[in-house]
């Protein structure tokens, strides 16, 4: 009963700010990235990390320019997102510009399950706008790891409605899409597969940004068993609000155990690079080293140390 009133608490307060037209969200949005920076420092540390690692080349004062960048394009999303409660099909129509979405339209017409893989780059809760330039049907659905607070997952789930998907829970997503594949209708699969994997042996690794980086199988390893098709989408920002949504092919990696992860990351690193302000750099994606997994998987299998 409290989660359900906090929801529907927060869900008054996001909504009158979502009345609110974007200018004025940008505003707030401003402002929330001085707290971010200076007062509240979130994840301050992380950030500056990762783009020393991924830009050792670049100066400190370079370096700066891109967190701060980072964190005024962060701010966006979260407005953006809220923003999606009340923003007209007409004003995210404008917003968005889709290429490529004949591609979705091919797999619906051949009968091929869509798998649509993307990162946590631009905007990746306005990219579902391109669901609504199909012109043939399709189940679409996009997996989503729920959040810890209760209250907050609830809220997002509310907010991804606006399009009509289906958010499929991370653990879950085996199971739905095999039942998808059974009903026998073309369906779409949204995964986000940048972030860092979540089990605790990490078996696949390669080179992400410069780093060596555990990477996530699972997409396809089920997109394969049921002969899906693999598409890449890609998000740029040519202005503060708007965007821009390209889909490609993924043309698997050759000589590789996953060959369509592999180009997905490939493919992905390109667009960070181009953009590198629209990636989540808070991300902790790179906590743990291949040597401390290593260590780590010695001890939990090493006899000595098992429970019991």
């Known amino acids: 009963m409290k989660d359900k009133i906090l929801c529907n608490f927060y869900l008054l307060v996001f909504g009158a700010l979502a009345r609110l037209p974007l200018s004025w969200l940008y505003v707030l949005s401003d402002g929330l990235c001085?707290?971010?920076?200076?007062?509240?420092?979130?994840?301050?540390?992380?950030?500056r990390e990762n783009l020393l690692r991924v830009f050792p080349e670049h100066s400190d004062v370079v370096r700066r320019e891109l967190e701060v960048k980072f964190y005024r394009h962060l701010c966006d999303v979260i407005v953006e997102t809220i923003k999606l409660l009340h923003i007209?099909?007409?004003?995210?129509?404008?917003?968005?510009?889709?290429?490529?979405?004949?591609?979705?339209?091919?797999?619906?017409?051949?009968?091929?399950?869509?798998?649509?893989?993307?990162?946590?780059?631009g905007n990746w809760e306005w990219a579902q706008q391109m669901y609504t330039y199909c012109t043939n049907p399709m189940t679409f659905s996009q997996v989503y790891h729920p959040l810890r607070n209760k209250v907050?997952?609830?809220?997002?789930?509310?907010?991804?409605?606006?399009?009509?998907s289906v958010s499929i829970p991370q653990l879950r997503v085996l199971r739905t899409v095999l039942?998808?594949?059974?009903e026998g209708k073309p369906f779409l699969v949204a995964f986000i597969a940048d972030?860092?994997?979540?089990?605790?042996v990490q078996e696949y690794w390669t080179t992400f940004l410069g780093q060596d980086s555990a990477y996530i199988t699972g997409a396809e390893e089920i997109g394969r068993k049921i002969g899906a098709r693999f598409i890449f989408m890609?998000?740029?920002?040519?202005?503060?609000?708007?965007?821009?949504?390209?889909?490609?092919?993924?043309?698997?990696?050759?000589?590789?155990l996953f060959p369509y992860m592999i180009s997905y990351l490939r493919m992905l690193e390109a667009a960070i690079l181009r953009q590198p302000?629209?990636?989540?750099?808070?991300?902790?994606?790179?906590?743990?080293?291949?040597?401390?997994?290593?260590?780590?998987?010695?001890?939990?299998?090493?006899?000595?140390?098992?429970?019991?």
């Open 195 to 200: 972030q860092h994997p979540n089990t605790k």
């Open 88 to 121: 007209s099909d007409a004003e995210l129509t404008r917003r968005v510009e889709p290429h490529g979405i004949e591609l979705v339209d091919e797999c619906a017409r051949d009968g091929v399950p869509c798998f649509i893989l993307c990162g946590h780059a």
């Open 179 to 182: 039942n998808l594949r059974g």
């Open 277 to 308: 302000e629209l990636w989540l750099w808070s991300h902790r994606r790179w906590r743990l080293s291949r040597e401390e997994y290593n260590r780590r998987q010695a001890l939990t299998s090493n006899p000595r140390f098992a429970k019991g």
């Open 152 to 164: 907050f997952d609830q809220l997002m789930l509310r907010i991804r409605k606006r399009f009509d």
């Open 34 to 47: 001085w707290v971010m920076l200076h007062v509240w420092h979130y994840r301050r540390h992380v950030v």
């Open 234 to 256: 890609d998000l740029e920002q040519p202005r503060r609000g708007y965007y821009r949504i390209s889909l490609h092919n993924i043309a698997p990696a050759e000589g590789e």
